[in-house]
């Protein structure tokens, strides 16, 4: 163990400190009943250097945690040997190179996380392999190819977060959806339409199954939203912003929807039926696209939703909901400062969702006709003037509207209800004095006339 924590950056007589008596380190080292090293914790410790090939000989690990330091080089296809290895959390390094193919030989293997490194190449077809794997976390790397070519048989996936690398191709991907909480393929470089990708979701009991939270957003997706799409009854998210996508948003009917954002696309029609039932939504952005129509009343509350990449030695909030409360004593013993971070980023877990304000985004759209002074129950803060024709030349007394929004010259107001009508009446005079001395100065014109041709 000394030569493993050595190797790892860590100084001489901390090492020597903890391989001396491992079993008492909780929670950086964790035993077993027979004094065996079953958990290494150190994330965030300054760890250097390459991940040693030497922690292959603690086969009966199955936590390994070096998250959140500077380790560098590859990732040793020697860890593969860790057979009882259930959770590996290499995430916020400085690793580079391909990710291991022998990583799937981890039959025991439920967490993967691997996010923010400097990994390339394309995503192993044998990490489908992994049966037991419930998180796969490969976000903020370099790693390329089609999407559809990523093979997932898995049914007990959770969470996949891909985002942030340079897949291509069609959203399509042979992925089992039974289990699925979260999926985010965001900022990337999918091209064409969702319905592939959502259809397997559409005819299930109840309605998108499991799935809480979709990230598509920042890519290059287009085509009309799949009707179902917005009827997942278990849906809390859905960011579908900064892509191509046109037509009529659906009717929406998610009962525990929280945030929706369709901004930055090409939809028309109407504001979408069905928003004013949302007891949850506590973020709507659908600006700059090409909706119609008047401002509807709306029931918006304070946003409230788990953070589905924030872990608690490695466990996300939605795991810990299947298997504890927020106040069970072992979330707690965590200490005070992990707890408030808990309560803060597990919000709808542990029963706190704050006070608060919803916001909302319809500007640079074409909507027209009353600015409403309320639009919900609950308080919001909204941009909405810009870009649109609002305002029926009153002047504007909505709370919800943001400061910067509340200039004259940006909606129909009673400062251009006068200068509209002062223009109507310069334009009324200029046509009258035309029809007054076009008569004489005709009749003027037609005698002059006369004359010369006579002449």
Known sequence: MFDILQALGMSKRQAQKLANNPCSNWPLLKCDGNGMVISISLSQKQLSGEIPKKLSQLHLLRVLDLAQNQLSGEIPKELSQI???????????????????????????????LTQNQLSGEIPKELSQLQSLQELHLARNQLQGDLKEIVFNTTNLKSLDLSFNLLSGESVMSLPLTELEELDLSHNQLV??????????????????????LRLNHNKLSGELPPCLLQFKNLQLLALNNNYFWGAIPEVRAPELVVLALHKNAFTGHLPTGLDTLE????????????????????????????????????????????????????????????????????????????GTANMTLHRNRLSGNIPSSISRTAVLGLCIMGNMLGNGRELNSSWILPAEKQPFLYYSPKVWNSHTQLLGGMYILFFGMVVFSWPLGQKFLQTYRSLCIG
Not at 87 to 104: D, F, M, R, T, V
Not at 202 to 210: D, L, N, R, V
Not at 328 to 341: I, K, S, T
């Open 83 to 113: 057979r009882s290895l259930q959770e590996l959390y290499l995430a916020q390094n400085q690793l580079s190179g391909k990710i291991p193919k022998e990583l799937s030989q981890l039959q025991s293997l439920k967490l993967l996380h």
């Open 280 to 355: 949850h939504l506590g973020v709507l952005t659908v600006h700059e696209n090409m909706l119609v129509g008047v401002i509807p009343q709306l029931s918006m509350t304070t946003p409230c939703i788990d953070n589905g990449r924030y872990r608690v030695s490695g466990v996300s909030c939605s795991l810990l909901r299947s298997e504890t409360t927020c106040n069970d004593p072992m979330v707690q013993a965590f200490g005070a400062d992990v707890f408030q971070q808990v309560i803060k980023n597990c919000p709808r877990w542990c029963g706190a969702c704050p006070n």
């Open 192 to 213: 064409g339409g969702i319905w592939k990708l959502i259809e397997p979701l559409c005819g299930t009991s109840p309605a998108g199954m499991s799935l809480e939270q």
